[in-house]
């Protein structure tokens, strides 16, 4: 079975930390380019970061620009989000996910083998 467990979310204070990760079970992680999304309550699901196939190639939302790094360890069949700088707009349950299909990174419609989520919370 094909899928991903996402983890390392929490409850943060403004301008704190959390690496997320992304690990994948049932295949080999490094034949795919990666995505992390988030949605907030009443939101729709928006593209955070993305990562090539071979890591070389990084795109992050203007908005977490500077403060988050998207990287990979294929070896673990892992894929990581680093969030610094965490503001209270970072609220979100966090997803990863395969790329699959061509169009813009951040185009959900793009992406599968969704995993279940890991909530952030941004607060003080």
């Known amino acids: 079975q094909l899928q991903f467990v996402e983890s390392g979310g929490g409850l943060v204070q403004p301008g704190g930390s959390l690496r997320l990760s992304c690990a994948a079970s049932g295949f080999t992680l490094d034949n795919y380019a990666i995505g992390w999304f988030r949605q907030a309550p009443g939101k729709e699901r928006e593209g955070v970061s993305y990562?090539?196939?071979?890591?070389?190639?990084?795109i992050h939302k203007d908005s977490v620009k500077g403060r988050f790094t998207i990287s990979r360890d294929n070896a673990k069949n892992t894929v990581y989000l680093q969030m610094n700088s965490l503001k209270a707009e970072d609220t979100a349950v966090y997803y990863c996910?395969?790329?699959?299909?061509?169009?813009?990174?951040?185009?959900?419609?793009?992406?599968?083998?969704w995993g279940q989520g890991t909530q952030v919370t941004v607060s003080s």
């Open positions: 990562i090539s196939r071979s890591g070389g190639s990084t």
């Open positions: 996910a395969v790329r699959d299909g061509l169009g813009a990174w951040d185009d959900s419609s793009k992406y599968n083998y």
